[in-house]
């Protein structure tokens, strides 16, 4: 999955570009928690028990943990790259709500990856003719590749903006934390 390649690659960029890893730990996300807690939402949905007990509101379900999300990258907008997650993510959720809650994947795309169909516990479908077609998953890694699979234009934003603020974070002065609100003045001596 392409999301997952941001990671590493953020950490490779960073480093190349004169960072440190060890600024990541200065960085301070507002309400992580809910970022994690949507997206664990949705890996137990996607299980063959997490459909079974959701039945017929999966796809209620999954357009308000995608929702969840959303808020907490918008909670942390001002981080530098963060804009680029959130216009990703609100690409996806489009998508996602005007097909009835779950992302469309092309056919071609599905064939590229090597992969027979949407899956039974996914997120995906099939549709002949999807609304918003463009922000739906019509890009493939193909077969035969790490990670092969299909991803949207919105993947990729949420990927590269992913990327920006790992490396701006590892840039980062280390006299300067990377928080979303203004910055603490530095503690001075006695007055």
Do not use: K
């Not at 480093?15 to 890996?43: E, K, M, N, S």
């Not at 808020?71 to 963060?82: K, S």
């Not at 920006?164 to 530095?186: F, K, N, Y």
């Amino acid at each position: 999955m392409i999301l997952a390649a941001s990671v590493p690659i953020g950490l490779l960029l960073g480093t190349i570009f004169g960072g440190d890893v060890d600024r990541l730990t200065r960085l301070r996300l507002r309400w992580p928690w809910l970022a994690v807690a949507g997206l664990a939402f949705q890996v137990l949905l996607f299980t063959a028990a997490g459909a079974s007990l959701a039945g017929g509101l999966a796809p209620t379900l999954y357009v308000a943990s995608t929702a969840i999300v959303l808020v907490a990258v918008l909670r942390n907008i001002r981080l530098t790259g963060m804009p680029i997650v959130a216009v990703g993510s609100v690409s996806n959720l489009l998508a996602i709500v005007a097909n009835g809650g779950a992302m469309p994947a092309d056919p071609a795309a599905l064939a590229t990856a090597g992969l027979d169909g949407a899956g039974a516990y996914t997120n995906s479908v099939v549709l002949a003719n999807p609304a918003l077609r463009p922000l739906t998953d019509i890009f493939a890694i193909p077969a035969g590749i790490p990670l092969a699979n299909v991803f949207s234009v919105g993947d990729v934003l949420i990927a590269l903006g992913i990327v920006v603020v790992i490396v701006a974070a590892m840039r980062r002065p280390a006299d300067r934390p990377a928080t979303d609100g203004p910055a603490a003045a530095p503690a001075t001596g006695s007055r």
